[in-house]
């Protein structure tokens, strides 16, 4: 016997001979499977009317038709695979058969010891098609990898990539924080591609997207008959990410009850369909995206906090782009290339005075605003070099704070003579954050980039009673 398992698969066997459909009944129940046979078209039209399979195991030739009819009536629900059995020497049977939708098929006289292969790969196939449908609804809003601009990352990543390696098979969730449009997606994928799993899917997913009423059949599925339009079963995104990993990006927007879903999900590796009974193993790795501050929503009772500490294993902070310096010309070459490459354009450079307005540009929307901008400059620009002039005109007059000749904050500053007090220039730094903040500590932390914990021990010390909040 196999050292493998069916269980949580429903499965049809339509077969007249007695002895055969015996023997793969039985074998089928030894991997756990749940196994109806039928012997007849009729009786097979009959269980598929009330019941619910993942797969069905159909001979071509039986007593009151032919079992390629109930492929050409679309008798099987879409989530419900078909395997064919044909005699040797009838393989028409089975070629018209894949033709008209079936997964695959198996000849006999056939050993059972072949249908875990052939069982797998039809679940694999069927997770493909799904994986598929998936991919088509969210190509439109992918964004293409942007190269070497993000080599800050590349230490966090390696030590992420490291312990995957170590722990294949059971990987730990990674959270992933930053403003929208930092890049959050690029890195999950990133750091799908890079891990061991890489040959297996990465399925993504905007929660933020997801209405309540819906929420559930999308990521778990539901049976035929869950709901009112549940005509079919359909499978949910954590079985099509069996085996791979899971993108939930702006996890915080699902609802408490879909939070402890996903948090089950997580600890017990076992997942239910909307409207199911069975219990439905999976290995998915979890990478979980926000742009708010989890911590700050577990404060306010707005993000579970048992699902937070089980996501807050690896955490990756994007900064913001306006932060990265220089790194914002390297970051727009990269796209700029790729926007050529992609639609063959022609050649054009970043003047002077194009850097130099992408350097002094706010970049509220991040690296998903810089890309919009390049883009939007290739098509208005008329010479070879693009010089983002509308840029001062969408950014507005601006009103810099006063700042004094010996102001470390002026653009201006010499350092004195007798040196210089970073620690004084800190904690300045830190009660402009806070006056610009209404002395909230938190949002203050974010604008100067660094942890609450970090800023409240400024602040506080080791004085345990202190919130800062």
């Not at 990674?174 to 890049?183: C, D, F, S």
């Not at 730094?429 to 806070?434: G, S, T, V």
């Amino acid at each position: 016997m196999p050292d493998v398992t069916l269980a949580g698969l429903s499965i049809l066997v339509v077969e007249d001979e007695r002895l055969l459909c015996k023997q793969i009944t039985a074998y089928l129940e030894k991997l756990d499977a749940d196994v109806t046979g039928a012997n007849t078209v009729q009786a097979a039209k009959r269980f598929l009317a009330d019941l619910d399979f993942d797969l069905v195991l159909l001979d071509v030739n039986l007593p009151d038709g032919r079992g390629t009819d109930l492929l050409k009536e679309r008798i099987f629900p879409a989530n419900t695979g078909v395997i064919v059995m044909t005699a040797e020497g009838a393989i028409s049977g089975a070629v018209e058969a894949m033709r008209l939708g079936a997964l695959d098929y198996l000849v006999k006289p056939f050993d059972p010891a072949q249908l875990p292969l052939v069982v797998g790969r039809a679940q694999r196939n069927k997770r493909s098609a799904r994986l598929e449908e998936h991919r088509r609804r969210v190509t439109a809003g992918q964004e293409f990898f942007f190269g070497k601009s993000l080599a800050h990352l590349e230490g966090h990543l390696q030590k992420i990539i490291a312990a995957d390696n170590r722990v294949q098979d059971r990987l730990p969730p990674v959270l992933i924080q930053g403003e929208t449009g930092t890049g959050k997606t690029t890195i999950a994928r990133r750091l799908h591609r890079q891990g061991p799993r890489a040959s297996q899917p990465l399925v993504e997913v905007n929660c933020s997207t997801l209405p309540d009423t819906l929420a559930e059949s999308e990521l778990f599925g539901h049976e035929r008959g869950a709901f009112t339009d549940a005509r079919a079963a359909r499978m949910g995104l954590f079985e099509a990410a069996n085996g791979g990993a899971l993108f939930l990006d702006e996890l915080p927007s699902l609802s408490p009850a879909m939070q402890a879903k996903v948090l089950t999900a997580i600890e017990d590796r076992k997942i239910r369909r909307l409207g199911g009974t069975r219990e439905l193993p999976i290995d998915v790795r979890i990478i979980a995206a926000t742009n708010r501050d989890l911590k700050e929503l577990v404060a306010e009772g707005k993000f579970r906090q048992d699902l937070f500490h089980r996501l807050d294993l690896f955490r990756l902070q994007l900064p913001p782009l306006r932060e990265r310096g220089d790194d914002i010309l390297k970051l727009a070459e990269t796209l700029l290339m790729r926007l050529r490459e992609r639609h063959h354009l022609p050649r054009k450079a970043i003047s002077e005075s194009g850097k130099k307005r992408l350097l002094a540009h706010p970049w509220p929307g991040n690296v998903r605003e810089l890309a919009h901008e390049i883009e939007r400059a290739i098509v208005f620009s008329e010479g070879d070099t693009l010089d983002f002039e509308h840029l001062e005109a969408s950014a507005g007059p601006r009103s810099p704070a006063p700042a004094r000749a010996g102001d470390w904050f002026n653009p201006d500053f010499t350092f004195p003579a007798e040196g210089f007090l970073i620690e004084e220039a800190i904690n300045r730094l830190i009660q402009h954050a806070l006056k610009q903040t209404g002395q909230n500590v938190s949002a203050a932390a974010r604008l100067l980039g660094v942890s609450r914990d970090y800023l409240r021990y400024r602040l506080f010390g080791k004085q345990s009673g202190k919130t800062g909040d």
